[in-house]
């Protein structure tokens, strides 16, 4: 039997290659001999490398002021304490949604022509979204965040940058009594001041609520004025259910206050509120996206937007450092006849790791179930015992049946009908590979990457997973 000792590298997610600093990482060396400021907090290793000391806020915002300067051209500031956003970590989401926006999947609908409108929620005191989509792609923005020190540096940090001020209105999310809650939520209550206007920062903390859902100020809805259209609204929302939670990452320092890292419910409920929202907005954004940072929960946000009736759903993984995160797309346009754009052809090579293993499963009983898994919806299986593998071939038709009813992932036009429309086979083998004991590494090859079912080729790889991990594996955290 084939063994690996770990998942391979290629296999991981790669910084997006569009990304400044995908072949050209920062250099501190020479960042430190432009720029003064920054110098006291360069060191070297034994070895001769400059480092900067993660754990330093002041010296991760000074590479982020010499970074957004040097790289960017943009004049840029935080107060002490404040979100400091990563500048080549930032940069992947702004080319994902570059993608999906020259991606064919959904007709360009844009009434601007070729200017490009996005509405980023949450812009925080960096304004980052923004500043980067404005300097690097021309794109304008709107951008909402509702405390008053966010308002006001993200504000500063537009006016301070004249050849892209133009391009970024900063929005207050007002919080006034008579909040409009979608009507998919049940909830009505609203955690607004009465006061309306103004939250000093200080003083916005939300009630803590049982059910987990959102009871905060408006997101989209109520935000967005009548009329408006946006190619794409973005997200880094506040991830935490509360500040123990958000903890402190010994490894980096990179800020964040009460307000920019915790939200009652966490990510989940915040997302979910996005969800409910754009099913009310529906066209008014061609594309809805949010980071993501645990993927427990985009299973959960994945299901919603079935329960909501998207037509698109989109994943992707981010690099950022040694933590994920995903990017979640959804839309309401109808999709184009074709089911995958080449632009943004997935991975033909998918893989996981099967952790923690029942003592009485092995190798060979988790290739047989793989077997059995496809065999179920009639696709053709041939199983090589002796090199751990089952070659599979499945129809339109067998893949939909993996798919129904079903959490979907990935490229995917959610509408069976459009579906069915391709008619050629999926074509791919799965191999199963002994790590440690208790640890098997599946994977999951495509044949032909040109079929026209090759978008479902992730969505059926995460089915299989799902399956071999209930039947196999012992309950373990999903993150
Ligand atoms: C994690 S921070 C993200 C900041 C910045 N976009 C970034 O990526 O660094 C989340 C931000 O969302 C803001 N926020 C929370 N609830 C909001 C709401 N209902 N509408 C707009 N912004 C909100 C917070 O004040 C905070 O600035």
Redesign the pocket.
Known sequence: MPSKKRRRKEERPKIHPKNKYSDNPPDFALLASLYPSFKPFVFYSREGRPKIDWTDFNATRELTRVLLLHDHGLDWWIPDGQ?C?TVPN?SNYIHWIEDLLSSDIIPKTNSNGDNVRGF?????A?C??PLLGASLLGWSFVA????DV?LEWAERNVKNNQHVSELIEIRK?KCSQNTHTPEVLNNTESACSEEGEGLPSSSFHLPESKDKSYH????LVN?VRDGEKFDFCMC????FESIEEAGLNPKTSCG?TH???V?PGGEKAFITRIIEDSAVLKQSFRWYTSMVGRKVNLKFLIAKLREVGVTIVKTTEFVQGQTCRWGLAWSFVPPTKKIISPHVTEKNIISFMLEGLQRQFGAIQVLQSVESFFHAVGASCKLNASTFTVDITASTDHCNALLRNEVKHHDEVASCSNVQEASPNLCFRVSVFQQIPGTLLIKGSLQHRDSPLSGLFSSIIQQLEDALRSKFCREKANF
């Not at 880094?236 to 991830?239: C, D, K």
Request: hydrophobic share 30%; with cysteine; net charge negative.
């Open positions: 979100l956003p930032r980023d929620i949450g812009t925080g960096n980052i979204y909402s965040d509702l405390t966010a999310v905060g100020p408006p997101i935000v880094n929302p506040p991830f964040g307000e920019e890292m939200c």
